[in-house]
């Protein structure tokens, strides 16, 4: 498709499992970056790739997150251990280049119970 | 402490009527702004952006407007129509750093256009 993709769209788990977020970014969009938005709020930063280099990781709420982009295509967003507080929606986006426009997926809803 | 803020949290208008949304900053090294809309299960679609060397962009129906002095936004949307009718995110960025554009988004306020 044109569009950014993310899967699965909505994931459960239960507190203490480890989840895997995936992204696939418009083709040829070399900055993708990781959002996350919990109920009712806006979307808020968490992580920044310029291809495969990750450049920016200041939003990552803890240690227990984890992203990565190996071939500077797909990205993976890795939750260790998780908690009820990281239950949200984890949103990808990518753009041509820093300061573009971004284009962001339909999300991944996970909740953790 | 945010730095984007938007402080209506829903608006309705009539079809056919201007919609005015609003957005504060409090970061003055911001420098390009956005309006981003939402509808539900679905990520955010970019509509409109501005950068602070302008005042004022159009794209149809929606303008967006900045006053640099107020640190104030403002995206009107005329005429409104039941399908604009969802979530408008705005959204800041900042030059330089590591961030390389990261947004720094509002909460959103959630425009109900009524036929």
């Known amino acids: 498709g044109a569009g950014v993709s993310q899967s699965p769209r909505y994931k459960v788990a239960k507190r203490g499992q480890d989840v895997a977020l995936r992204c696939d970014p418009i083709s040829g969009h070399v900055s993708l970056f990781w959002y996350q938005q919990a109920l009712g709020q806006g979307p808020e930063f968490l992580t920044y790739f310029q291809n495969e280099a990750q450049l920016d990781k200041s939003g990552l709420p803890s240690d227990r997150f984890f992203a990565e982009r190996p071939e500077g295509s797909v990205s993976t967003l890795k939750i260790q251990r998780t908690q009820q507080e990281d239950s949200a929606v984890y949103l990808c986006?990518?753009?041509?280049?820093?300061?573009?426009?971004?284009?962001f997926g339909p999300g991944t809803r996970l909740t953790v119970t | 402490d945010q730095q984007v803020k938007q402080n209506s949290p829903s608006l309705s208008v009539q079809e056919g009527r201007i919609s005015i949304l609003n957005c504060d900053y409090t970061?003055?090294?911001?420098?390009?702004f956005l309006w981003y809309k939402k509808y539900p299960a679905e990520g955010p679609t970019f509509l409109i952006s501005?950068?602070?060397?302008?005042d004022k962009n159009e794209d149809g129906r929606f303008t967006v407007f900045l006053n640099k002095s107020a640190k104030h936004l403002s995206l009107h949307i005329v005429p409104s129509q039941p399908g604009d009718s969802a979530v408008y995110f705005c959204?800041?960025?900042?030059?330089?750093?590591?961030?390389?554009?990261?947004?720094?988004f509002g909460k959103g306020t959630k425009l109900s256009v009524k036929p």
């Open positions: 986006a990518s753009s041509l280049g820093p300061r573009q426009g971004q284009y």
């Open positions: 970061n003055s090294m911001f420098d390009y």
């Open positions: 959204a800041a960025s900042a030059p330089g750093g590591g961030s390389q554009g990261n947004l720094i």
């Open positions: 501005i950068s602070s060397i302008k």
